[in-house]
């Protein structure tokens, strides 16, 4: 699963600095709202949902655009809200030395945390290769295509090189997810109109920095650098 990532990485890094013709298109939130409310939809979102948390290998792609911009419309979604399991979860984040003995625990507050928030993309991403490194490749394989899925929502929204074409992200733990996807660290950050900007080491990069479209959590309170 390592090389899984590293490979999947790559493949954003060269598509997003060096691809002059990606193509991609802004969610039109309307139209997600009234096919995840529809019963007869393929998008009625609880069913999508039950999918998702039943792992569902059979998960297309709009539909994961459905799940990711349509959690936005549910009443469960707070996107400042920060759980004890996934504050329990840090030391593991930070550690350079997971133990074996560790695993089953991480799992489990993992699951915990999922629970809470389904789409929380750094715990999928951590649970994932968790289960890698506990030998059960096959619910690896299983959470890896749900945060890949979901990770392509949002890279399918914009390129983030302006802030008209910013991506679209519904949680700020999810800009850092790109981010580290795309493996472009951090220099610093700004608000500009509905957008963040996150600025890139000048001259490091073939850009200045990468913007993210914050409409939906603007919409919640603005309590966004206080997060």
């Known amino acids: 699963m390592i090389k899984y990532i590293l490979f999947f990485s790559l493949l954003f890094v060269s598509g997003f600095i060096y691809s002059q013709t990606k193509e991609y298109e802004a969610p039109d939130y309307k139209a997600i709202q009234k096919n995840i409310e529809n019963k007869d939809s393929e998008y009625y979102y609880p069913k999508l949902m039950d999918k998702l948390k039943a792992n569902d290998t059979l998960i297309t792609s709009d539909q994961y655009k459905h799940l990711y911009f349509g959690y936005t419309f549910q009443k469960d979604y707070h996107p400042y809200k920060t759980s004890e399991n996934d504050k329990k979860l840090i030391p593991y984040f930070q550690s350079k030395d997971l133990k074996k003995s560790d695993y089953a625990e991480i799992i489990k507050i993992s699951n915990a945390s999922?629970?809470?928030?389904?789409?929380?993309?750094?715990?999928?991403?951590?649970?994932?290769?968790?289960?890698?490194?506990?030998?059960?490749?096959?619910?690896?394989?299983?959470?890896?295509?749900?945060?890949?899925?979901?990770?392509?929502?949002?890279?399918?929204?914009?390129?983030?090189?302006?802030?008209?074409?910013?991506?679209?992200?519904?949680?700020?733990?999810?800009?850092?997810?790109?981010?580290?996807?795309?493996?472009?660290?951090?220099?610093?950050?700004?608000?500009?109109?509905?957008?963040?900007?996150?600025?890139?080491?000048?001259?490091?990069?073939?850009?200045?920095?990468?913007?993210?479209?914050?409409?939906?959590?603007?919409?919640?309170?603005?309590?966004?650098?206080?997060h």
């Open 114 to 226: 999922l629970k809470e928030f389904p789409l929380n993309l750094r715990v999928m991403n951590f649970l994932g290769y968790i289960y890698h490194l506990d030998g059960n490749e096959a619910m690896a394989n299983k959470v890896s295509q749900n945060f890949y899925g979901l990770f392509g929502a949002i890279f399918s929204s914009g390129d983030g090189r302006d802030c008209a074409s910013g991506f679209h992200v519904i949680a700020v733990s999810h800009e850092y997810v790109v981010m580290n996807m795309l493996k472009l660290e951090i220099a610093s950050q700004s608000l500009t109109g509905d957008c963040d900007y996150l600025a890139l080491e000048k001259d490091k990069y073939k850009l200045p920095g990468v913007y993210f479209n914050i409409t939906k959590l603007k919409e919640k309170g603005f309590d966004f650098l206080n």
